[in-house]
Each structure stands twice: as C-alpha cells, then as structure tokens.
C-alpha cells in the first residue's frame, strides 16, 4: 500500500517540488515510511512508500531505469514479480533492488504496453518516458488500486493520483461539484459513473491504461473479465480450485513485513484464512447489538479451531457517527454503503498489530455467491406462465404501491436488464427524483449506465449478466474502493487472494450450474473449502457486514443529529427539505423503514461539508 500523485506541462509559474509536497503530505497515510520526488520541465512526480517488500532504500519511489530515461511511480504488488525478474535478467537488464515494483519499469522497456498481460498482482502506476515525452499510466484488472487524473486546470494542464484530495492543493485544479453524480449515487449508494463527484475529475476504469502526450489522452482496455464456459466435471473444477486458490494465497502471503487476515463468520475469509495460516485473524461487530450484527464469535471459533490468534473489537454507534467524516474524507467521494463503517475499525485494529492483511472480497463476484444471483423456488413455478402474460402484470404491478407481492410480480416480467443494477438500490429513480432540487435531477438514468455493461453480454445466462455487471460497476465502485481507502486511511496494506487473473480465468469457465443451483450459491468453491474447512463454515449463508442503521436513527440522539443536518441550508441547496425531513420522521416512529435512503443522504451531505465547506 502506496500512493502518488503528478502533475504535467502546467503553464503556471509555481515551484513544482514545494507543490508535489504539498500534494504527497494528503496521502501520507498512504505510504508513512518514506517520500520520494522527481520533477523536470514537464513533469512532477511524489510518491508516498509503506514499506512490504524490500525495506530497504535501494527499493524507493521514484524509480528509474538504467539511463534514468524512464521514471516510476506505482502502488501495488506484483506478485509474479520473481519469474519476470528472471526473464528480464536473462534480457540483459540490470537490477538495483529487490523489491515487485522495478520489474514494471524494466518490463515497461522491453515489452511497451503489453507489459501488463506479463503482470500478476494488483496495481497502479505512471511512467514518464523522457525520450518519447508520454506518460504511460495503468490500472490493474480488477481496479483494487484507485487511479484518478484530470484537466479540469485553470492552464489545462494534466494531474493524476491514488487520491482526489491531493489535487486540491494544486492550484490550477478547478475544485467544482459534478452536479450529475448525485442522483445516480441515490440509486447505487457509490459513485457509479468513470466522472467523480468532482467536475472533470476522472477515474481510470480497471483493467485500462492511458498514454497521455502534449495535453492529448488515448485510453484502451487491455482486458476483460468474460465468463466462456467449459463443460468439465464438477469434481474437476473443485480441484481446480483448490489449486488455483492455494496457489494465490501462496503469492499474496509474500512480504518482508508481518502478515495477517481480515475473518468474518463466511466461507470467502474463512477460507482464504485456513490457507493462509497466519499468526493473528482480525474482526469487529458491534456492541449494541451482539446477537443481530455480531460475526466475531464466529471468526473467534474459526480462529480457535485452526490455532490462530483472534483479534476483536465491538463498535458503539457513538463511536460510528464521531468517525463519519474522516471516513468520508478518506474515501474522496460519498461512500453510503454502511459496511464502509466497521471495515474502517477493522483496519485501526489490525494495524496495530500487522502491516499486511488478506482478506475474501472477489469470491462472490467471480464464483456466484450473492443472493440477487438466485432464482428462488416460487419464481421459478412463476416463469413457467408465458411471458405474454406476465409481462403486462409487470407493467401493471410498477405503477402500484411497492411491497412484497408487488415487487415479485414487476421482477418476475421483466428480463434480467430491467431489474438488476447490481448489489445495492436504495432509492427508486423516481423516488430520488422527489427528493432531489431541480438543479440535480439531470444525470444519468441508471438504465443508461447498465446498459452499456450488458450490451457485452446479452448472449449469457442471467446469472452471468447479472456477474459481469457486478465485476464492472459493483466490485470497483463499492467494494474494491471502500477496501483500498479504508485499509489506507491507517496505513496497512488489503490483499485479496480471490481477484487474482488465474482465479478469474479459472471462474471464467466454471458452468452456471456449479455457481448457483438450487443447493447453494458458490457451490464449487463451497465444496472445495470444504477440504480445508469445517462444512458449518463452508456452506454458511452469506451474512455480509451488516451495520444497525436503522435501529440507531430510531434513538433520539441520532434521529436528531440527522434532522438537524436535513434541515441545514447545505441541505437545502440539494433536496427537497419537506420530503426528506418525512423519511426520517416515518422510520424514527416506526412506520416505516427508510434507513437505506436517511444514512445514503446523510452521508452525501457529510462528504460535502467536508470537502466543499471545511475544507
């Protein structure tokens, strides 16, 4: 865990290196160990080092090659980084370090930008080549590593970094609200669209790299997670698993510095854990109410039977709402799913005793492991009526008020596209569009921004629709975001041994039927757990990181905290103060529950204190 910034062919008369420090000292609880800087006459380069492999200065950011034409900066491991050493050294490059990161620079010199289909890890970074005069920035396959760059600069100028915050003290940045996030992000509860929530600040989509020259970009994926099923045996791919899985564990257990796991009472960090073997599991719950949002005696039992140290904490919802900012400011842009709370205590403890942990995020995605994916025995003796028929119930069902029935019936007439936009929906489209001013209701519709993942896909199952959407907006958007900035904001570093390209490549061509069947969902890879894993850990249903939201806006305290934010004139400026106030007065009285939609705009509205207000 890493992070840098840059900028490029600014026009302004500033002092570039008392800028880049400025701009590295924001991310610093990215890299606390050590700072580096490199600056020329087009570009300025900082970058903020946690030491994990190599601690030694010899492994340092920047980075140069043998003539020092190329220049580095990258966050990440590259775990395969031995085996391209060596190949590399039998190409007669010559080495300085030890460490993952000089492989890019080298490999960057003898194979261009194919480089990256060499790579096996998680990564971000940026080459300056100084004989060609182009920038090469790329982002890894999954987006575990953030990378967001913009020219929204008072000279149109070029800056990129781990986070959003460093561009604020550069002072060409244009600091301006995209006023078009908001209403997706009401729907999605994560910033879904490639522009941030800051005007013509941009993320590099996973799985792309960029080559940017004299003010011009050029931006290519180079791969692409597709599911192209092989029809072997089941017995077959738990093996394959096993192995696979194991494998990856192997490579994501390398480190010059102490190793531990992220452990829940699921099969996705139980099992990564029984591989891993490490002196110390971390997990957290909370302490109002242990028996409904407690997985910590689990991971406790888990941790006893394998003959691992467990480390435990219990979070107070005083404790959460006191922490809210600094998470929001960690995350650069509203962040509203709840998990985002617990997995920053989760971080805080661990790094007090590890700098590295592994944790089980990806098996979902990539193995079939999230409800939604299910098809549940009553719909199924549903979709046996002919679709003429339930299609006009569907249409007939949407304009009636939602509940249960209501809800079945729409889903149970519509193609997978209409229904599913991945893991999370707080608002309805039409129900954000009441809350929200005028002046905001002008961005895209959610079926716009689905539609161009499906499209890819329209041939698959439904599950695998529903899978790759997820790998595309869900796993980066949500997951992979939230598990970097929290994981960085107390500065240890997250591996996930699931979201490697051999794992995927494996998923890729597992059939539906041994993802999700009518006996379990991730039915291989539960079955392959098993052989490391007690079956009451292996066939477990998925609990997730559930946070008692709504039970604490239903405590005076906190009902009145948020009632006084919607009612603030920075409320004002956004929504619709009537409509709002009514959310949360229905679910403080118990007749209704809005808790999704309350703690979603609350936290909007904490993000932008922060940034637009404070800071």
């Known amino acids: 865990m890493c992070g840098f910034v840059g900028f490029a062919d600014t026009t302004l008369a500033i002092d570039k290196e008392k800028v880049i420090k400025e701009m590295m000292d924001t991310i610093i609880h990215r890299g606390p160990d050590s700072g580096g800087i490199y600056t020329d006459n087009n570009v300025a380069f900082g970058f903020r080092r946690l030491k994990i492999i190599d601690l030694s200065e010899e ?4 980075m140069y090659n043998e003539d020092k034409t190329c220049v580095m900066i990258f966050n990440g491991e590259i775990y395969n980084y031995q085996e391209l050493r060596s190949e590399l050294q039998e190409r007669g490059h010559i080495f300085k370090s030890n460490t993952d990161s000089e492989v890019i620079i080298h490999a960057y010199e003898e194979y261009g930008t194919d480089l990256l289909h060499r790579l096996r890890g998680m990564f971000a970074f940026s080459i300056w080549d100084t004989k060609n005069e182009i920038m090469f920035l790329a982002r890894d396959y999954f987006g575990i590593k953030p990378l967001y760059y913009t020219q929204n600069t008072s000279d149109n100028s070029f800056i990129f970094g781990s986070e959003i915050k460093s561009f604020l003290k550069q002072p060409t940045f244009n600091k301006e609200l995209n006023k ?7 729907t999605f509860q994560y910033p879904v669209l490639d522009e941030t929530f800051f005007k013509g600040v941009y993320k590099l989509k996973p799985a792309h790299y960029m080559i940017y020259k004299k003010g011009k970009i050029q931006i290519k994926r180079y791969w692409d997670p597709m599911y192209n099923e092989k029809d072997n045996s089941l017995e077959y791919y738990v093996d394959k698993i ?5 494998e990856s564990v192997k490579y994501h257990r390398i480190s010059d510095v102490k190793v531990g796991s992220f452990l829940s009472g699921g099969v996705d960090s139980s099992y990564i ?3 891993l073997m490490p002196n110390k599991t971390f997990s957290v719950g909370f302490s109002d109410y242990e028996d409904m949002y407690n997985e910590t005696n689990l991971a406790k039992d888990l941790s006893d039977m394998l003959g691992i140290e467990n480390h435990r904490k219990f979070i107070s919802a005083e404790e959460s709402f006191e922490m809210l900012p600094t998470i929001q400011y960690h995350m650069d842009e509203p962040q509203s799913n709840p998990s985002v709370v617990p997995l920053y205590f989760l971080a805080k403890l661990a790094r007090e005793h590890v700098t590295v942990v592994l944790s089980g995020e990806g098996a979902d995605e990539i193995f079939g492991g999230y409800a939604w994916y299910e098809t549940t025995p009553t719909m199924k003796k549903y979709k ?8 006009p119930v569907s249409l007939v069902c949407k304009a ?4 249960r029935i209501t809800n079945f019936l729409v889903k149970g007439g519509q193609r997978v596209e209409k229904w599913f936009i991945g893991q999370a929906k707080v608002f309805e489209e039409e129900d954000a569009l009441k809350v929200l001013k005028d002046e905001y209701k002008s961005g895209p519709s959610v079926q716009s921004i689905t539609k161009k993942v499906y499209e890819k896909v329209k041939d698959q199952s439904d599950v695998t629709k529903m899978q790759y959407l997820d790998m595309n907006l869900w796993l980066p958007g949500d997951i992979l975001l939230k598990a970097d900035k929290m994981s960085s904001a107390h500065s240890i570093e997250l591996r996930v041994p699931f979201l490697d390209k051999e794992v995927m490549s494996l998923g890729a061509q597992i059939p539906v039927k041994y993802r999700v069947n009518d006996k379990n969902s991730k039915y291989a890879l539960r079955i392959a757990a098993k052989d490391t894993l007690p079956s009451e850990w292996a066939n477990r249903t998925k609990v997730g990181f559930p946070v008692p939201i709504r039970y604490w806006f239903r405590e005076e305290k906190y009902y009145n905290m948020v009632k ?3 009612q603030s004139d920075v409320a004002k400026e956004f929504f619709n103060i009537e409509e709002i106030v009514k959310l949360i007065e229905e679910h403080y009285t118990g007749k209704e529950n809005h808790a999704r939609q309350i703690w ?6 904490i993000w932008y204190k922060k940034f637009f207000i404070e800071l």
Request: overall charge positive; hydrophobic content about 40%.
């Open 242 to 246: 096993k192995e696979t899985v194991a």
């Open 564 to 566: 006084e934010m919607f």
């Open 180 to 186: 078009d996030a908001l209403k997706p992000y009401l």
């Open 273 to 275: 854990t029984s591989l």
């Open 59 to 62: 492994a340092s950011q920047p």
């Open 400 to 403: 009636l008020p939602k509940n």
């Open 384 to 391: 046996k009526i002919p679709n003429f028929i339930r299609r």
């Open 600 to 605: 979603t705009i609350y936290v909007f509205l």
